[in-house]
C-alpha cells in the first residue's frame, strides 16, 4: 500500500451542501500486512443502520476543521486517541444524498483493540487489504438515482461483512491511489432505481 501516493494526492473538495462531515480511514498493519478499520454502524441509527462505515461523522462548531472532525469522531466512535493517528492526506470529497459533503481521511493508526461505542458501533472490523483487492470479493450496479443520475454501486464483500454505499466510493479512491487496483469498468448488474439494494 503506498500511502506516499494518497499524501501527494490534491483532493477535489465539494461545497454548498447542507451539511459538512468528515471520516477517517485508518490504515492498520497487522499480521505482516495492511488492513482498514471499518465500524458496523449500530442497529437503531436513524442513518445508515447496521451498515460498515470509516468512523466519522457531522462537524460540530467546536471543530477546528474537518480533520479535527475526523479524529474526534473517531476517539469517540472506536477509543483512537488523539496521540494515535499519523495522518497521511485526504482524499476527494463525497457528496451523499442526504445532502452531506464528506471529507475523507486516511491515518496510519496503532494495532491494537479497539473499543466501539455502543450508542453508535455495533462492531469494530479490521478487514485485510488483501481481501479488499481479492476480485473475487468484489461486485457492482449500476443504478439510476432520481437526483443524481446514473451511479456505479460498489459492493466489497470480506470476512462475512459487506462494505456498499457512500463506504465503498471512499474505498474505490483509497484502494486506486495506493494499490494497483481498479474497478472494472464493466459492471456486474443494472438495476431498477427502486430495487432493493442487494448486499450479498
Given at each position: 500500500?503506498?500511502?506516499?501516493?494518497?499524501?501527494?494526492?490534491?483532493?477535489?473538495?465539494?461545497?454548498?451542501?447542507?451539511?459538512?462531515?468528515?471520516?477517517?480511514a485508518a490504515v492498520v498493519?497487522?499480521?505482516?500486512?495492511?488492513?482498514?478499520?471499518?465500524?458496523?454502524?449500530?442497529?437503531?441509527?436513524?442513518?445508515?443502520?447496521?451498515?460498515?462505515?470509516?468512523?466519522?461523522?457531522?462537524?460540530?462548531?467546536?471543530?477546528?476543521?474537518?480533520?479535527?472532525?475526523a479524529l474526534r469522531e473517531?476517539?469517540?466512535?472506536?477509543?483512537?486517541?488523539?496521540?494515535?493517528?499519523?495522518?497521511?492526506?485526504?482524499?476527494?470529497?463525497?457528496?451523499?444524498?442526504?445532502?452531506?459533503?464528506?471529507?475523507?481521511?486516511?491515518?496510519?493508526?496503532?494495532?491494537?483493540?479497539?473499543?466501539?461505542?455502543?450508542?453508535?458501533?455495533?462492531?469494530?472490523?479490521?478487514?485485510?487489504?488483501?481481501?479488499?483487492?481479492?476480485?473475487?470479493?468484489?461486485?457492482?450496479?449500476?443504478?439510476?438515482?432520481?437526483?443524481?443520475?446514473?451511479?456505479?454501486?460498489?459492493?466489497?464483500?470480506?470476512?462475512?461483512?459487506?462494505?456498499?454505499?457512500?463506504?465503498?466510493?471512499?474505498?474505490?479512491?483509497?484502494?486506486?491511489?495506493?494499490?494497483?487496483?481498479?474497478?472494472?469498468?464493466?459492471?456486474?448488474?443494472?438495476?431498477?432505481?427502486?430495487?432493493?439494494?442487494?448486499?450479498?
Open positions: 500500500m503506498e500511502l506516499g501516493r494518497v499524501a501527494e494526492h490534491v483532493p477535489r473538495e465539494i461545497t454548498g451542501e447542507d451539511h459538512d462531515a468528515a471520516v477517517l498493519e497487522r499480521g505482516g500486512e495492511y488492513s482498514l478499520l471499518f465500524t458496523k454502524r449500530a442497529d437503531h441509527l436513524g442513518e445508515h443502520p447496521g451498515q460498515m462505515s470509516f468512523p466519522g461523522g457531522s462537524r460540530e462548531p467546536s471543530d477546528a476543521d474537518l480533520q479535527a472532525t473517531a476517539n469517540e466512535e472506536i477509543g483512537l486517541r488523539p496521540d494515535e493517528p499519523d495522518v497521511v492526506g485526504r482524499l476527494d470529497d463525497i457528496r451523499t444524498t442526504t445532502r452531506y459533503a464528506v471529507t475523507p481521511y486516511v491515518a496510519r493508526v496503532p494495532d491494537r483493540e479497539y473499543v466501539p461505542d455502543e450508542r453508535e458501533v455495533a462492531e469494530i472490523a479490521v478487514l485485510p487489504l488483501s481481501g479488499l483487492l481479492d476480485p473475487d470479493n468484489y461486485e457492482s450496479e449500476r443504478r439510476e438515482h432520481p437526483e443524481y443520475g446514473e451511479a456505479v454501486v460498489h459492493f466489497f464483500h470480506v470476512d462475512g461483512y459487506t462494505v456498499w454505499g457512500a463506504t465503498a466510493r471512499i474505498l474505490v479512491q483509497l484502494l486506486e491511489l495506493a494499490t494497483d487496483w481498479r474497478a472494472p469498468d464493466r459492471v456486474d448488474r443494472v438495476v431498477d432505481p427502486d430495487a432493493d439494494v442487494r448486499q450479498g
